[in-house]
RNA sequence: CGGGGCGUAGCGCAGUCCGGUUAGCGUAUCUGGUUUGGGACCAGAGGGUCGCAGGUUCGAAUCCUGCCGCCCCGACCA
């Protein structure tokens, strides 16, 4: 039965149990590619749905561009050509054809499409191509738009949820007059991506910019959010890009100003991605299962009927309902699981394992002592209740679990993050304790290479709020005046 | 694409070296009963192209050849 290894006997192992166990995904026929099953896409769906109202909120709007791109859209740009060259999927025929010699289906040699098509890695050269019939004047712009959509990389090693062939996320493009209002726009996505996972998914997130190393195939800048997992790992969980005049040039597209000058558009795009989910199985999770903030959680509670005969059930089943009532009355969702089939041992577990927020328990005691037992899924406390104080306390707990998550969660980022002043140090730090490493570097490509060479760890961004401090580059020695963050990154 | 491991019931595995009853165990499923405050117990039942294709043999899950797929570790990446 669902015994998960620990995190601490096989991090990468628990992870995969988790997912399969909490019924989130599982792999599919298809190599690289994962089955969201219900459980797992409600979680995305509830992400969905606050991103998506906060994208509007912020000015968006949603549209479709298609799922096929044009292979000679791709070279157009030629940063973004190299950076996704080696992971396109290509669609080089239309039609299948009942092979005479054998009677199973082949690819039709005769339909071989005159321009192959590239399934989309990422949407910026159809939108531009695109974007390029809708501009002709300063009066078109800003133009916001965001999709929800699928896409595709033919990753060589691929991990549920953290990295997969297929997976869903969101992308927007935006198109401005100005460079000022660009990277303005790219940065206020960036603060919505940051509350986003700091409010909802109680995670806390440092924002940054990437090195060019590690810079958006295309970009002049990529903002992030970094994340830490709680093996030590780095998890980049948020990128918005500011794309300069990059894809402009590349797809021709100019408008005309205000002072009667044909320019150049400068451009944004930003997403996330499922692998969000990934983010929060492994933010907060622990060896009895999944952990999900209440604010994004499918169920927040469950009661659980313990009793020994039907008048037991169903007096329980009364105070049960009028308990959901209530709950339901005030927003929150509950689920009464008075399943014969199951004991209440194996539901409390079983809901552990799919990190529902709060349980109550109610069994013949507390019909006696009109009682309720309230246990939280975060700490695992439980507590016995008077029933008429019930619902107050779940509504609070609601609003504890969130904040507990997210407290405990950034405790443990802070704990983790180690200044090392020279290169011994760092060493010892990622070979002892992990976590994000804040040291100074030179600002080359050539350092960063050789550390990642020597150490496998990255600069995962230069964080926004870095003070300014003059320094010597772990690795070189030579002059810094601020410190990055390293660390070892999924 | 390199190195390692593995394909046998829904899932997890034994059996393979050394060929020989009707292919077995745990779990899950179904039936009946007893149970029910932390993953219950007893009894019974159903469920298999042994990854695929050839070959050797009186006889192949087991030996040989070829192929396919998956997982882990590396190189690449959100």
Known sequence: ????????????????????????????????????????????????????????????????????????????????????????????????????????????????????????????????????????????????????????????????????????????????????????????????????????????????????????????????????????????????????????????????????????????????????????????????????PPKLAPLQVVIVPIYKDDSQLEQIGEVAHGIMKELKAKGISVKYDDDDSKRSGWKFAEYELKGIPVRLAMGPRDLENKTIEVVRRDTGEKQLVALDSVVGLVEQLMVDIQQNLFNRAKDFRTANITKAENWDEFLSILKNKGGFISAHWDGTSETEDKIKELTKATIRCIPLDAEQEEGMCVYSGAPSHQRVLFAIAY
Request: with cysteine; glycine share 6%; net charge negative.
């Open 1 to 292: 039965m669902a015994n998960l290894t620990t995190r601490e006997a096989d991090y990468s192992k628990w992870y995969n149990e988790i997912v399969e166990q909490a019924d989130l995904a599982q792999h599919s026929d298809v190599k690289g590619c994962m089955v969201i099953k219900p459980y797992g896409y409600a979680i995305w769906e509830n992400m969905r749905d606050v991103l998506d109202r906060f994208f509007k909120e912020t000015g968006h709007q949603n549209a479709y561009f298609p799922l096929f791109i044009p292979k000679s859209y791709m070279s157009r740009e030629a940063a973004h050509v190299e950076g996704f060259a080696k992971e396109c999927a290509v669609v080089t025929h239309y039609r299948l054809k009942v092979d005479e010699a054998t009677g199973g289906i082949i690819v039709d040699p005769d339909a071989k499409l005159a321009e192959e098509l590239i399934v989309r890695p990422t949407s910026e050269t159809i939108i531009w191509n695109t974007y390029k019939g809708w501009i002709q004047s300063y009066r078109d712009l800003p133009i916001l738009i965001n999709q929800w959509a699928n896409v595709v990389r033919w990753e060589m090693r691929t991990r549920l949820f953290l990295r997969t062939s297929e997976f869903l996320w969101q992308e927007g493009h935006t198109a401005h007059s100005t460079k000022t209002e660009a990277i303005q726009e790219a940065r206020m996505m960036l603060d919505v991506y940051e509350k986003f996972a700091e409010e909802w998914m109680a995670m806390p997130v440092i924002k940054g910019v990437k090195t060019a190393n590690e810079r958006f195939a295309g970009a002049e800048d990529t903002y992030c959010i970094e994340a830490l997992m709680q093996d030590g790992k780095a998890l980049q969980a948020g990128t918005s890009h500011f794309l300069g005049q990059n894809f402009a040039k590349a797809f021709d597209v100019k408008f005309a100003s205000k002072e009667g000058t044909m320019d150049y558009v400068w451009a944004t795009s930003w997403g996330v991605s499922t692998r969000l989910m990934g983010a929060l199985i492994m933010t907060h999770s622990d060896d009895k299962g999944l952990v999900v």
